[in-house]
């Protein structure tokens, strides 16, 4: 099996903060490269120093890493991209400066790496209505079922990651026809594509990350979709008053929020603002260790959980308003 190294650029304060995160999204062990950390290392007064390699003395001067490993496997090259896609949020839950929280990619080209996945991407059938099929591959429908054809680039969201699979799986039962949707964190447009071709009326599909919407649109484009029923907005609710605001003006039917925990946590509040009286919210993107606190908090901002679903350690749920 080939792997990948995969480094997070970050600051020396924000090392348990990057750590934290890549723990949330499956990735349990990772090397650490500080500078400041080696220093204080050099600078240990008892030890004694006789010699000091030249390379590692240029680790005086290096950039502070998380540095972790990836299988280049279907679940290896989603787990990337979703910690790219979820990563672009982090700064603005925390406090401290975490630096650059770019990601570089070792052992492959960045190219090869972004496009090796394809290799594992074959149609996947989510329900007895509706099948993803990667844009270069060729897929015989079977009656009533629909295709949502999908090249995610590099933005989360192919339909293979438990995550998507136990989101779409409760959007396919829970959906009634001709409903307004808005999708939180819209990714390669997936779920908001999903959603019309099963009867919604209008979706609204909110990403932070600029590069998702532009995916997602071309992703929107590649099915067909009528513009003027799926509205892309690239910006942060969390931090946009009058993003947020715009969209509670609006209040929908459902939410879909394939996102992260602590993501969802913060949305809690105008989850409720942005839906009508007895909707559905749809959350997924939850590891199964922080899936109670979740719930919980989502109970007391005023949601009744009505199903949870469950899939290799991750967790989704469909609730009320």
């Given at each position: 099996?080939?792997?990948?190294?995969?480094?997070?650029?970050?600051?020396?304060?924000?090392?348990?903060?990057?750590?934290?995160?890549?723990?949330?999204?499956?990735?349990?062990?990772?090397?650490?490269?500080?500078?400041?950390?080696?220093?204080?290392?050099?600078?240990?007064?008892?030890?004694?120093?006789?010699?000091?390699?030249?390379?590692?003395?240029?680790?005086?001067?290096?950039?502070?890493?998380?540095?972790?490993?990836?299988?280049?496997?279907?679940?290896?090259?989603?787990?990337?991209?979703?910690?790219?896609?979820?990563?672009?949020?982090?700064?603005?839950?925390?406090?401290?400066?975490?630096?650059?929280?770019?990601?570089?990619?070792?052992?492959?080209?960045?190219?090869?790496?972004?496009?090796?996945?394809?290799?594992?991407?074959?149609?996947?059938?989510?329900?007895?209505?509706?099948?993803?099929?990667?844009?270069?591959?060729?897929?015989?429908?079977?009656?009533?079922?629909?295709?949502?054809?999908?090249?995610?680039?590099?933005?989360?969201?192919?339909?293979?990651?438990?995550?998507?699979?136990?989101?779409?799986?409760?959007?396919?039962e829970q959906m009634p026809e001709e409903?307004?949707?808005?999708?939180?964190?819209?990714?390669?447009?997936?779920?908001?594509?999903?959603?019309?071709?099963?009867?919604?009326?209008?979706?609204?599909?909110?990403?932070?990350?600029?590069?998702?919407?532009?995916?997602?649109?071309?992703?929107?484009?590649?099915?067909?979709?009528?513009?003027?029923?799926?509205?892309?907005?690239?910006?942060?609710?969390?931090?946009d008053e009058a993003l947020a605001d715009?969209?509670?003006?609006?209040?929908?039917?459902?939410?879909?929020?394939?996102?992260?925990?602590?993501?969802?946590?913060?949305?809690?509040?105008?989850f409720l603002r942005c839906l009508k009286?007895?909707?559905?919210?749809?959350?997924?993107?939850?590891?199964?260790?922080?899936?109670?606190?979740?719930?919980?908090?989502?109970?007391?901002?005023?949601?009744?959980?009505?199903?949870?679903?469950?899939?290799?350690?991750?967790?989704?749920?469909?609730?009320?308003?």
């Open positions: 099996m080939n792997w990948a190294e995969i480094a997070v650029k970050t600051t020396t304060p924000g090392i348990e903060i990057v750590n934290g995160f890549l723990m949330a999204h499956g990735v349990n062990s990772v090397m650490i490269e500080d500078a400041a950390d080696f220093k204080n290392f050099l600078e240990d007064t008892t030890v004694y120093w006789d010699y000091v390699d030249e390379k590692l003395m240029e680790m005086t001067h290096c950039d502070t890493k998380v540095k972790f490993y990836l299988p280049d496997t279907p679940q290896g090259h989603e787990t990337l991209a979703q910690i790219q896609s979820d990563i672009v949020r982090l700064q603005d839950e925390c406090e401290i400066d975490l630096g650059e929280l770019s990601i570089e990619i070792g052992y492959k080209e960045q190219e090869e790496w972004e496009t090796a996945w394809q290799k594992y991407y074959h149609p996947i059938v989510i329900s007895n209505r509706l099948v993803i099929v990667p844009e270069w591959e060729k897929y015989d429908l079977l009656p009533g079922q629909k295709e949502l054809r999908l090249n995610p680039g590099m933005a989360f969201g192919t339909g293979g990651h438990n995550t998507t699979r136990l989101c779409l799986s409760i959007l396919d409903i307004e949707i808005l999708d939180m964190g819209c990714g390669s447009g997936i779920l908001s594509i999903a959603a019309l071709l099963l009867g919604a009326k209008k979706v609204t599909a909110v990403d932070i990350d600029q590069l998702a919407t532009k995916i997602a649109r071309e992703n929107a484009d590649l099915n067909g979709i009528d513009p003027a029923s799926l509205d892309i907005i690239c910006g942060n609710v969390l931090k715009s969209l509670a003006a609006h209040p929908v039917d459902m939410i879909l929020a394939n996102i992260v925990a602590d993501v969802i946590i913060g949305m809690a509040p105008l009286k007895g909707g559905r919210l749809i959350v997924s993107g939850i590891i199964t260790e922080r899936a109670e606190e979740v719930l919980s908090v989502l109970r007391a901002t005023g949601f009744t959980v009505t199903e949870q679903k469950e899939d290799n350690g991750w967790c989704a749920a469909c609730l009320t308003a």
